[in-house]
């Protein structure tokens, strides 16, 4: 199994630009999380996805992000415009159907690290 | 949504039982603890859960009082590679089976030779 994949796991941009993230969940997998670490706020989670469908954006920061799943397999984290604040390293996470109450555990991808000049 | 407390940081030498306490004194009835583990320029990787007394698996102990409004993470004779930020989570629970997690700011474990 090769895990959570992500990509690109480097972007530098310019400040304006549109940047693009993409994710590859572990086949099976039915549940999906977008999650920003920075130094300053630690690790948030942006978005949640069930079954491709968006369940919980509180976390998405503003109208500049923008997070889609068009199937089981793929899902994008776009930023436009992109700004220097938004530099960080963007995790994203997927996890088998949820027992009652219990956790269920999260894979995490190697994360893409960003910075917006 | 249940807090929870630990410390920042801890230091530690090689082959010691480290111990890492968390409280979370409003955990509600049907939240589980969960602990994750974050090495430098990884995404977490969870470690271990549990609801209530002991659970051990191959990497590590956790240890719940009956009252549950804390935990403790116990990883036995600690090595170099064991260097990493502990997060104790407790889960909350939302209609529909989602069970959001909330980060804290974790614990940084330093493991000296």
């Known amino acids: 199994d090769a895990g959570v994949i992500q990509s690109p796991r480097h972007e530098v941009t310019e400040m304006g630009q549109e940047v693009t993230l993409r994710c590859k969940p572990i086949?099976?997998?039915?549940?999906l999380f977008w999650y920003r670490q920075t130094m300053m706020r630690g690790l948030e989670l942006l978005i949640y996805f069930n079954n491709n469908v968006p369940i919980d954006d509180s976390g998405m920061p503003e109208d500049r992000f923008s997070a889609k799943m068009p199937n089981a397999s793929f899902s994008t984290l776009k930023i436009q415009p992109s700004e220097p604040r938004d530099s960080a390293v963007y995790f994203c996470?997927?996890?088998?159907?949820?027992?009652?109450?219990?956790?269920?555990?999260?894979?995490f991808g190697p994360g893409t690290r960003l910075t917006v000049l | 949504l249940a807090k929870t407390t630990q410390p920042i940081s801890m230091d530690s030498y090689e082959g010691q039982e480290v111990n890492i306490t968390c409280s979370h004194n409003?955990?509600?009835?049907?939240?589980?603890i969960t602990w994750y583990q974050q090495f430098p320029s990884q995404g977490p990787r969870f470690i271990i859960q549990?609801?209530?007394t002991k659970v051990t698996n191959e990497v590590a102990s956790l240890f719940i009082p009956a009252d549950r409004k804390s935990s403790t993470l116990s990883l036995p004779r600690v090595s170099l590679s064991d260097t990493a930020v502990y997060y104790c989570?407790?889960?909350?629970?939302?209609?529909?089976?989602?069970?959001?997690?909330?980060f804290g700011a974790g614990t940084r474990l330093a493991v000296h030779p």
């Open positions: 996470a997927s996890s088998l159907p949820g027992l009652a109450y219990a956790h269920n555990e999260q894979f």
């Open positions: 086949s099976g997998h039915n549940s």
């Open positions: 549990g609801y209530k």
């Open positions: 409003n955990i509600a009835t049907n939240d589980y």
């Open positions: 989570l407790v889960g909350d629970w939302l209609s529909g089976g989602y069970n959001k997690l909330i």
